[in-house]
């Protein structure tokens, strides 16, 4: 798995998405809180762009009306008809095994993990990273 610097962590802070293209592959980074997580940013319904869409959480019921909420900011609608993917995973909310956009490894790290894979950095790190 080959990492690639896709932006700088201050370019997408918490709540924030950022549309980017790393080896030709239009990626869209969103940071829920501190977490990154990076799907591929085409609809797998027409290739609306999940990076337009709105961040929503989860609304469940187990009975008519008696809703809860949670999740908040894990899931991205998409703008053109609406379809919803949860960010951690890829998958569609309404047919997570058939529908899903892929989903990539994104971390925060430093360059000099890009450099010298064998040593492990543990300083803070200032860049998100995509695995590819
Ligand atoms: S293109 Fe995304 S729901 Fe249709």
Redesign the pocket.
């Known amino acids: 798995m080959a990492k690639h610097i896709a932006a700088k962590v201050m370019d997408i802070p918490p709540g924030e998405r950022l549309s980017v293209e790393v080896q030709g592959r239009k990626i869209v980074i969103f940071n829920v809180a501190g977490e990154y997580f990076g799907l591929r940013d085409a609809?797998p319904?027409?290739?609306?762009l999940l990076s337009e869409g709105v961040v929503i959480g989860l609304v469940e019921a187990d009975r008519p009306g008696c809703y809860s909420y949670s999740r908040g900011g894990e899931i991205v609608r998409?703008p053109?008809?609406?379809?919803e993917f949860d960010l951690r995973t890829g998958k569609s909310r309404f047919d997570p095994n058939r529908w899903k956009t892929h989903s990539y490894d994104i971390e925060v790290g430093d360059v000099q993990q890009l450099e010298v894979e064998t040593v492990d950095v543990t300083t803070e790190g200032e860049f998100v990273i995509v695995n590819l």
């Open positions: 609809c319904h027409m290739g609306g998409c053109w008809h609406g379809w």
